[in-house]
């Protein structure tokens, strides 16, 4: 376990030379100090790809080379932070850790086999998978930083047309990692920053101007379930198990589901859901209108997939525009509404791909719409 005594800031890009310049850097050049990075976005090209093994030179507050490498212990008195700079909460860390080094010296570190959040691309598509397999995908403040940043960077993406949100392993996301709280009680800044994090993190699925499909391809419990409810589409594997048992841990809703359910599944079944926290089956969760699909656990993905594929056909403008309107939709009254699809609707009109729509239609052809 690495614990979190003193607080640093990385400054500026991270360096990533050949490990051969690695070797050449004299050690007596780096200042002493101890920074493990953690979180999935370490450096540009390793988001994706767990490092297993590096070898991290530091010079001042900047990682100055990294390469594989063998093993090393991880000191106890190791000062931790993220690639923002901030302190990690030190129970939340041990799962987390992916690069350290020490002292300045050129050290080694065997690098836990987790990057929190693995992203796939396929042509128009962006698979987000959950990845803490060993716990079921329990959330982690890295978790959902990993999640903010990359749903930061697709909402700014237009060749990204549709997300598809996974987990790696058998399950789809088990909510709060219970044991991390344990090990570790966060102060209140600390909470704060959990609870605002997850918090933007729902609020972005829910905004993100492409459609986002949950393949919810295991438990998914208390966080896990909100996540996927945070979704526009839900196809859910018949092995789940569902639940919001936040009332049975002593623990509060925080992803907006106790201020929506009763909407969405009707007054009676919402207190079942909330104030009981019972599970409930993912062909309740179809009949409710709370998942779009249920199939076996190994058809969820490659269903997602099919179901991204026809989304990304669609006119991203008008897409962008119907789900911003689908998100106001409890919130305006009738005026309001007509105002606003005559809005989107001059919007759409002006558009390139309304030209393309109609030029393939004329043309008995498929439309190929550029978002423009
Ligand atoms: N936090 C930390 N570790 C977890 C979590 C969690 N939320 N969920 C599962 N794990 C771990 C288990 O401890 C176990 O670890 P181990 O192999 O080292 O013993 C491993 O993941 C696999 O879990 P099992 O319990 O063995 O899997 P099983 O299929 O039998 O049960 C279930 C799955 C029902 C999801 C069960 O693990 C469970 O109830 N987990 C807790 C769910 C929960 O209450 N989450 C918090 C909700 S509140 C909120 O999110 C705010």
Not at 121 to 137: C, F, Y
Request: glycine share 8%.
């Amino acid at each position: 376990m690495v614990s979190a005594r003193r607080s640093a800031r990385m400054t500026g890009l991270l360096a990533l030379p050949a490990f051969a310049a690695l070797l050449a850097v004299p050690p007596a050049t780096a200042q002493e100090r101890t920074i493990a990075l953690v979180g999935g976005q370490l450096l540009d090209g390793y988001e994706a790809n767990p490092i297993h093994h590096a070898t991290v030179l530091i010079e001042g507050n900047r990682i100055v080379a990294v390469g594989p490498a063998s093993e090393i212990e991880i000191p106890s008195d190791a000062e931790v932070i993220d690639t923002r700079g901030k302190t990690m909460m030190p129970g939340m860390v041990d799962a987390h850790v992916h690069i350290m080094i020490l002292d300045g010296r050129r050290g080694t570190l065997s690098v836990p086999a987790e990057v929190p959040l693995l992203v796939e691309a396929e042509g128009p598509v962006r698979i987000l998978r959950l990845n803490r397999p060993h716990r079921l995908n329990a959330v982690s403040l890295p978790m959902y930083e990993a999640l903010e940043a990359e749903l930061e960077r697709i909402g700014a993406d237009l060749e990204t047309r549709v997300v598809i949100l996974t987990g790696s392993g058998r399950g789809f996301c088990s909510g709060a990692d219970l044991k991390a709280h344990r090990d570790h009680e966060a102060s209140l800044a600390e909470r704060h920053a959990y609870i605002d994090t997850s918090q933007r993190v729902y609020r972005a699925l829910q905004t993100l101007p492409q459609p986002v499909v949950a393949a919810v391809n295991g438990h998914a419990i208390g966080a896990g379930c909100e996540l996927a409810l945070s979704c526009d589409f839900v196809i859910v594997a018949e092995e789940a198990r569902l639940r919001m048992p936040e009332v049975a841990l002593g623990t509060f809703i925080g992803g907006g589901t106790a201020y929506t359910l009763r909407r969405r599944v009707g007054h009676a079944r919402a207190p079942e859901l909330i104030l009981l926290g019972r599970y409930f089956t993912p062909e309740e969760a179809g009949a409710w209108g709370l998942a779009n699909q249920v199939l076996p656990a190994d058809e969820a993905l490659p269903a997602a997939r099919e179901l991204a594929a026809r989304l990304a056909r669609n006119a991203p403008i008008s897409m962008r525009l119907a789900k911003r309107l689908l998100d106001r939709a409890e919130s305006v009254d009738a005026d309001e509404a007509l105002r606003l699809e005559a809005e989107a609707l001059l919007t759409c009109m002006a558009s390139e791909d309304w030209r393309e729509g109609l030029e393939a239609f004329a043309r008995n052809r498929d439309p190929v719409y550029r978002g423009a």
